[in-house]
């Protein structure tokens, strides 16, 4: 819904298409260091405690959703 009102903010401003790209492409730039940072880990435990966050972060989305 954030993402909704975004567009819709950004299409009364009289922005164009090209700025609802850049939103996206920053997005996955921001996405895809954040990989980046995670595979380069060395230590098993801590691929293992991302993995443990991202868990606990789904499920706390899936009881917000609920």
Do not use: Y
């Amino acid at each position: 819904l954030q993402g909704l009102a975004n567009g819709a903010a950004l299409a009364q401003l009289g922005a164009r298409s090209t700025a609802m790209l850049g939103v996206a492409g920053s997005a996955l730039f921001l996405a895809l260091l954040v990989c980046a940072v995670i595979v380069s880990l060395r230590p098993d435990w801590a691929r293992i405690a991302v993995r443990a966050l991202g868990s606990w972060v789904a499920a706390v989305r899936l009881l917000t959703f609920g």
